[in-house]
């Protein structure tokens, strides 16, 4: 059994603008989908927005500086859209531009890769008003974002992802109405699905051509599901959630096509070539994972599929997912087998949110957040030695943040954030991965 990585191997931590920065109307920022979302009533847990979220716009070096004392090679952060262009589109908003220059200057300087991902859900309200990703338009305005973007900063940074988790932002925003915009609809789903399909084919097709010595990718979501039960209808909901949730990004980029199970659906959809544009040779292969799920007919639901807890018994984080580092394991290996090929893999995201407790001596003893990160990242080595080229890892989250529509109710990171006052404290769980990302051995469990 491993304990070790390979030479080279990458560690990093993962954060997303709208979950940090805050700062929302400030410096000519427009407004996102997800403002939008969390000041309508009932939306978000308690009340909260990301408003002030963890104040990351005015606390960046501060923020920097701790990623320093961890030790990691690389750090994947996310652009907001409408930082930059505040309408979406037309006029640029340079003060947007010059944060993000003194970001990657700052993480540069730290010694400290920069990642980054152009879209991690927070749309331009201006373009939602505009049908937003029910809209083919929507394709062609984020690839522009995508040119001045990379034409900005790509002098410096070096990998780039179009999207994170697109099937969340599809599923959850366009499908079930629990993320922002809040639009519940299957067809309004798979036109989402489609329509940002088509926007990474030609924002991958706008960066190479802006330069070529970019390593470009995109960052999917595998969540293992199972059927709750032996009845047909439940065994039929699991294989249309895995097609519509774990495959519904993949395959068309990947393979050509889209799942079996949607194709008939969405071909109403498919202009000629689109599949070409969408299907764009990719640097690097990355995805986030945290649990599996069993899966029954949910008639409810607009794609008639719901999931349930775990099995009584089963250990679970304060998420309630499942912890089992063996979907992780088996995950990386069919990432491997029906996608990837030989191309580099990179987990982006993988971590567990846990109720912390800040004790009086002012140390935050996570134990179990350790523990399942030591379970996992044994995982990872597996899937090594079973000769998928896994290159790095990057945790959610270095910060507590703002977790959509559950607020600040669930905490993943690895610094404890006082909301009241900003205040970071590292946990015991980031001394355990500096302890790691310096060189030491995985001591596993």
Not at 247 to 260: C, H, T, V
Not at 425 to 431: A, G, L, Q, T, V
Request: some cysteine; proline content about 6%.
């Amino acid at each position: 059994m491993a304990t070790s990585f390979p030479e080279g191997f990458l560690w990093g931590v993962s954060t997303a603008a709208y979950q940090i920065e805050g700062a929302v109307r400030e410096d000519g920022r427009g407004p996102s989908i997800w403002d939008t979302f969390c000041h309508l009533p009932g939306t978000i847990a308690n009340g909260d927005t990301g408003d002030i979220a963890c104040d990351h716009y005015h606390r960046w070096p501060e923020d920097v500086a701790l990623m320093r004392e961890l030790g990691i090679g690389a750090y994947r952060l996310s652009i907001a859209w409408p930082r930059i262009l505040p309408e979406g589109r037309g006029e640029v908003n340079l003060k947007g531009l010059e944060f993000y220059d003194r970001l990657i200057d700052g993480i540069l300087e730290a010694g400290i890769e920069p990642w980054v991902c152009l879209y991690h859900w927070d749309l331009p309200q201006a373009l939602e008003y505009r049908d937003g990703w029910q809209n083919r338009d929507t394709a062609k305005w984020y690839a522009d974002y995508a040119l001045l973007t990379v034409r900005r900063l790509g002098d410096r940074v070096k990998h780039w992802a179009t999207f994170n988790e697109p099937n969340c932002a599809c599923v959850k925003g366009y499908g079930d109405g629990g993320h922002a915009p809040g639009i519940r609809g299957r067809q309004s789903a798979l036109k989402a699905i489609h329509v940002m399909n088509l926007a990474h084919g030609l924002g991958i097709e706008a960066m190479r051509s802006e330069r070529a010595d970019l390593l470009l990718g995109n960052i999917f979501n595998f969540h293992p599901y199972e059927p709750a039960s032996e009845r047909e209808e439940d065994e039929i909901a699991c294989e249309l959630l895995d097609a519509l949730w774990n495959r519904s990004f993949p395959d068309p980029q990947m393979l050509g096509q889209y799942p079996e199970l949607l194709a008939a659906e969405i071909e109403s959809l498919v202009e000629p070539g689109d599949i070409d544009l969408i299907r764009q040779k990719l640097d690097y292969f990355a995805f986030n994972h945290y649990t599996r799920s069993r899966v029954r007919r949910d008639p409810d639901h607009p794609f008639a599929v719901g999931t349930l807890p775990s099995e009584p018994g089963a250990p679970v984080t304060d998420m309630g997912w499942e912890i089992a580092p063996d979907a992780f394991r088996a995950a990386m290996i069919a990432a491997k087998e029906r996608y990837a090929g030989d191309l580099p893999i990179y987990i982006l995201e993988n971590g567990a949110a846990f109720p912390d407790r800040v004790d009086p001596d002012g140390r935050i003893r996570d134990e179990a957040r350790i523990s399942y990160l030591r379970s996992y990242l044994g995982a990872v080595q597996d899937a090594i030695e079973a000769g998928v080229p896994v290159r790095g890892y990057f945790v959610w989250s270095l910060l507590d943040n703002f977790e959509w529509a559950l607020g600040y109710s669930k905490r993943f990171g690895l610094v404890h954030v006082d909301f009241e006052t900003q205040e970071r404290r590292p946990k015991d769980s980031f001394h355990f991965y500096a302890e790691l990302a310096h060189g030491a051995p995985l001591e596993r469990e």
